[in-house]
């Protein structure tokens, strides 16, 4: 039996993710296809359009096998901690190949760029530094570093997203010395960011996201399979509304005015004062968007304080998140669902794990599973009524999606 | 100029109210009445039906000269830092006599109950203890110690609330060594707590704020003055709804769901591990009455869970509180409205006045104001869209309120 893994969030899957993960199947040859998927919350730092059960239903009926939730304390980080955080679940899984979709399309360029990266680390850092004090984040300031450095002109392109994801995993698998291989997939069509639908099939998630904000789900029926447009239409009959950072900005805004200033320092991710510049906002800002306006700035990017906006939301606190970034290992494996190949899968697999398999939250403590806890309670606040008790039923009680 | 005091919370000012103050003036003989009102919160742990500029607004159409804002770190707290708080306001406004309401109705039982336990202070005490012991509440206990105690038949019933109230006025004005004198009127009719209308003309605050819960401002015109209706109508047209605990709930709830134990645990009033019992009541309670109808025991009084869950709400630490406790001094007076009469008054006093008198907050800082500012934060978080912006340019912006 051959295993592939693949990281995703599918908020939610579509036609792109379909592509790619029967792309991953012929590429690989893989039996078993494991997605590890972020839960409630995602790298953006927005709450999932859809529940995490929801997602991982249409993960199933698409052709995955085995869904393991991606964390809290990684599913919300720069890429460097996401994929150390992915891969060692993966890895611990016993995942033969992790397969991701990149721009480049071709494996050699990520290793190629690890080697060089690794021989000129310090210079590389040291760029690094000089970009982020002319006023860039780190990101951009990362890739201008790399680009200045390097000058083979068949090298890695990392200002583009899933490249620099792609490295990360790359670079973890090296670290991690997990036994696992990477393969990637050129991405087609519709870029990470687009924001348009250019095709009519294949739109980017963002795209498919935007356009449900305000219209139904019918809107996207022809850019995602149909397992996904009846899990969307479901939840759009009992909750009417896509979950989203409108329906939890109102807390955000009491917590930010709420707290003291030894409680917002002592969050994930506040430095340099930028807490006060939150506080501030929230104080005007009557919407999430008008309150992301207000703080933006060119020292950070849109992506790094709608992270440090959630984990004040979720009072996620740098002691927390501390073991996250210094550990390598996979803390748990918590099953969201499965087929029956991935039934039998963990069968054979289950007595080589060497952390526990995790089907019901409340039989299994967790530093990380309790912080996964709070952020559902969380996520649960933005729905109403009888759709929360809903998602908190299955949160805690409902044994893993069998399919 | 004769000057008599008030300690109010006019929640809303009714014709009860308006007896008293007429009462209030004929027994003392003075010219200018000045009322300590407490703020957005009040003793019993509940947000204000109508904001604090409405209700002083009523005041001063009702015959007060001058409202002076009582801090929320003495307004939502037990009747003895409630009255050495307010006594303290009133002391330094050089008011001549604090008139108050009781269900005695003479002076001479609160000062004879003073000396009387006084007397027996260690004996009264470890009978209060006694009878917290078996499971009684606070207030509970300390009547039932006083009756054990006493034997003389005319002596002050300390399980009636305005008698508990008064002799906490009486004693605050002995330990601060004020001048000032006091003087009690005897409450007829309406008991503070009775929810029903059993008089065409005086009903209690309680059953009229009940009243506004379910029906329009025209349902208790008979039982308050008009510029009260007319300030009650005026609300409700920009609000469609009073203010209340139903506004605020879902921000407590996510704050329990959120909250550490370590900052649980610090918040004024938590004892005992109550927080967790608040915690698990969150969690499956989807508005405030089922949220309080959980952690009710016999043990607390509803009004002390109620204070409690608005600490933990408005993130009110025991830190902050100490120097309430502590400390037997007016921090300052904050200026809320005025007559003309009120005026004169004022300018005849103010170069003798040892606190700042504050008319704008934005103009004076102290760690009370600070807490003030932020209660008054979550207070218009209760409020929607302009309502909300009308209330904050209110308490941010507008000098006091002049007749």
């Not at 990266?117 to 570093?145: C, F, H, T, V, W």
């Not at 899990?231 to 909750?239: V, W």
């Not at 900005?249 to 807490?275: D, F, H, N, W």
Request: proline share 4%.
């Amino acid at each position: 039996m051959k295993t592939a893994g693949v990281v995703v969030e599918y908020n939610p899957f579509h036609n792109g993710h379909l592509y790619h993960l029967e792309e991953t199947k012929k590429a690989t040859g893989a039996d078993i296809v494991v997605a590890v998927m972020s839960g409630s919350f995602l790298q953006r730092g927005e709450p999932a359009l859809v529940d995490k059960w929801s997602r991982t239903s249409m993960a199933l009926q698409n052709g995955v096998d085995i869904v393991i939730e991606l964390p809290y304390v990684y599913s919300t980080q720069k890429a460097e901690i996401f994929a150390k955080g992915a891969v060692s679940l993966l890895s611990e899984m016993g995942v033969d190949e992790l397969c991701f979709g990149s721009e480049a399309g071709r494996i050699e360029d990520f290793r190629k760029t690890m080697a060089f990266i690794k021989e000129n680390e310090k210079r590389y850092n040291d760029q690094i530094q000089l970009y982020m004090n002319e006023g860039n984040s780190y990101p951009k300031s990362a890739s201008l570093a790399f680009q200045s450095l390097q000058d083979h002109e068949d090298v890695l392109d990392l200002s583009l997203p899933n490249n620099i994801l792609g490295y990360q995993y790359v670079k973890a698998i090296d670290e991690l010395r997990s036994p696992m291989e990477a393969q990637t997939i050129l991405r087609t069509k519709a870029g990470y960011h687009d924001e348009d639908f250019q095709d009519k099939k294949i739109a980017s998630a963002t795209a498919i996201r935007k356009k449900l904000v305000n219209d139904e789900p019918k809107s996207v029926k022809s850019y995602v399979p149909d397992p996904t447009f009846n899990e969307l239409k479901h939840f759009y009959q009992s909750h009417s509304t896509f979950h989203g950072w409108h329906r939890l900005y109102p807390l955000l805004q009491y917590k930010l005015v709420t707290s003291s200033q030894s409680e917002l320092k002592a969050i994930y991710e506040a430095e340099e004062g930028l807490e006060n510049r939150l506080v501030s906002a929230a104080k005007h800002s009557n919407d999430f968007l008008t309150f992301m306006e207000a703080i933006k700035t060119k020292r950070y990017t849109w992506t790094r304080l709608q992270r440090f906006a959630l984990h004040i939301l979720t009072n996620t606190r740098k002691d927390e998140m501390r073991p996250a970034l210094e550990g390598s290992e996979a803390p748990y494996l918590r099953l969201l669902g499965m087929s029956s190949g991935g039934r039998k899968y963990l069968n054979k697999i289950k007595s080589s794990l060497t952390v526990p398999l995790v089907a019901n939250v409340n039989q299994f403590d967790h530093p990380f599973l309790s912080i996964e806890k709070r952020v559902s309670e969380v996520y649960a606040l933005g729905f109403e009524g009888e759709a929360k008790e809903e998602f908190l039923k299955k949160e805690y009680q409902t044994s893993p999606i069998i399919l």
